[in-house]
């Protein structure tokens, strides 16, 4: 018994090493290879500076949009029932199915300043979205789009509706209610909502790629900076970019973890079994059919 | 009724319009202009080798994602924690980094002297990569669930290790195998960033359907890239809703 449990544990551990830390380790390695400063200068060089100020202003607009329209989505989804809602649950989902440079030639279908939906009239108006940065953040809108939903509804179901019609029949205006009674209840969901969905949007490559035409260092975010130093032989420059968003990586890793405890704790005081696990695998659930 | 609009009108905006755009440019020149664009040579190199590659990739997940939760469920070993929450690397990690990690060790000048890059070797070790966490989140949550009892009593009857694993534990995981595998085949077959950099994207060799889509967008061949993007799109969306299905069909048929 012991020596099938060694194996197995050893064949895990060996799988996990060579495939992700191992190279993890070697990231760091080859960054700092030939000294400090080849980095340091690429990092900080201005396309540099730019690609990761225009990375935090695509998460800035991407993340918060879709926390508020995800909570909201998420409320229609689990406390009411009409026509189509099946579909509408089915729908949050496509963005994780599809592959991003799918999503980035969806946008420049309807966005392209030439041959496209709307993307003439736009251009008549001097609104230019594609190979600019309207089209970059709605790419990163669209990817990062489920990660809320998903985390919410599952606390919504769990908590039900009895508090909140305890605060309705006491007199609370349905702002009231949401502000006091049901936001504090999906804290913790929500809150692992926005972290995965502020990784997603950090890291998108794919459809960000085909949006922003790379053009030149204009329209560049962290991850598609990597990959032109890297085109351009700049390997430690493209191995600085890549450990900076890596480093955020873990800081996101860390986070999930900080907050799956907290909310485990949260439960733990009260009688409920135990918080949903929080997860990053969004294995499709169906949708409970509520009275 | 207002948030219900609104709700519907976001989803709509962001993400249907946008799709309804890829099909109706797909078959815009007729079914068989859609037909010729994803059997063109270059092309069906491409969605053969992203098939295959992505199943190699399921297979191979289907035994170390259930290896590595059955190791973390039912395994005690100091820093049991720390393995566990790395498994959620892949999703945190950039895609672009993710290729950039395995270049760093498996590229050229390879440290450890395995050289993968460039080779349709690489695109099986990127897919890997990425698609690691489905298969052990899906199947982890199931068997710390499992009632133990069952797998006690085969064994006080003497029944050995592997027959008890086949005949009460394996019959348990399968659905969540199942479902995790149908996630990490739809993530695999999209796959890009982790591709980019390591795979070369050499035409006949190394490309996969997304690069090869990238490529038709950069040549504004744009007919050409939505036509293999709705073959994309119909696996994987068939596969979501294959496995809605299944999740649905399960919960009726339980406790029966």
């Known amino acids: 018994m012991t020596s099938v449990r060694w194996g197995l544990r050893s064949v895990a551990l060996l799988y996990l090493a060579l495939l992700l830390l191992i190279p993890l380790c070697a990231v760091f390695w080859r960054t700092f290879e030939h000294g400090i400063s080849e980095p340091l200068d690429a990092v900080t060089s201005q396309d540099g500076l730019h690609a990761f100020w225009l990375t935090i202003l695509c998460v800035g607009i991407a993340v918060p949009l879709n926390t508020a329209f995800g909570v909201l989505t998420a409320l229609v989804l689990v406390r009411q029932n009409f026509r189509g809602k099946a579909l509408l649950n089915a729908a949050i989902d496509l963005p994780f199915a599809i592959s991003p440079v799918v999503i980035g030639l969806a946008l420049f279908l309807v966005y392209a300043p030439r041959n496209s939906w709307f993307g003439e009239t736009l251009a008549q108006n001097g609104i230019q979205v594609i190979f600019s940065v309207p089209g970059m953040v709605l790419a990163t809108i669209f990817v990062s789009l489920p990660f809320v939903v998903r985390e919410v509804m599952p606390v919504l179901q769990e908590i039900g509706t009895d508090q909140e019609e305890a605060a309705e029949t006491l007199g609370a205006s349905p702002w009231q209610t949401f502000w006091k009674v049901t936001l504090p209840a999906i804290r913790w969901g929500l809150a692992y909502g926005i972290v995965l969905a502020t990784a997603r949007a950090l890291g998108e490559f794919g459809a960000v790629a085909v949006v922003s035409g790379h053009r030149n260092g204009e329209t560049e975010t962290l991850p598609i900076f990597v990959q032109r130093q890297f085109d351009n032989f700049s390997v430690a420059g493209a191995y600085a970019a890549g450990l900076v968003l890596a480093v955020l990586a873990l800081v996101v890793l860390f986070s999930l973890n900080l907050l799956q405890r907290r909310s485990a704790r949260a439960t733990d005081g009260e009688d409920a079994e135990g918080a949903p696990p929080a997860t990053t695998v969004f294995v499709p659930q169906p949708i409970e059919k509520e009275a | ?256």
């Open chain 2, 1 to 256: 009724m207002l948030a219900r609009g609104t709700a519907t009108l976001w989803i709509s905006l962001i993400v249907l319009l946008p799709l309804a755009a890829v099909l109706s440019r797909g078959f815009e020149d007729g079914l068989g202009h859609f037909w010729d664009s994803i059997s063109a040579p270059e092309a069906q190199s491409a969605i053969k080798l992203t098939l295959i590659s992505s199943l190699i990739v399921v297979a191979i997940n289907a035994v170390m994602g259930t290896l590595i939760a059955w190791v973390l469920v039912r395994d005690e070993f100091p820093g049991k924690r720390i393995v566990n929450s790395v498994i959620d690397l892949p999703f945190a990690l950039p895609t672009i980094v993710a290729g950039l990690t395995l270049l760093a060790l498996y590229g050229q000048n390879s440290p450890v002297g395995v050289h993968l890059a460039y080779t349709r070797a690489a695109v099986v070790a990127a897919l890997l990569f990425v698609t690691l966490p489905f298969v052990v989140r899906a199947v982890q949550p199931v068997l710390l669930e499992l009632d133990r009892e069952m797998e006690e009593a085969a064994a006080s009857l003497g029944a050995p290790n592997h027959r008890i694993f086949r005949s009460i534990v394996l019959p348990n995981l399968t659905p969540a195998i199942v479902a995790g595998c149908g996630l990490a085949f739809a993530r695999a077959i999209g796959e890009f960033g982790s591709l980019v950099l390591l795979t070369g994207n050499i035409p006949f060799n190394t490309q996969v359907a997304s690069v090869y889509i990238f490529g038709r967008v950069e040549t504004n061949d744009l007919s050409g890239a939505a036509a293999v993007s709705v073959f994309l799109l119909a696996i994987s969306v068939g596969l979501l809703f294959a496995l809605n299905l299944f999740a649905n069909w399960r919960t009726r048929h339980e406790r029966v």
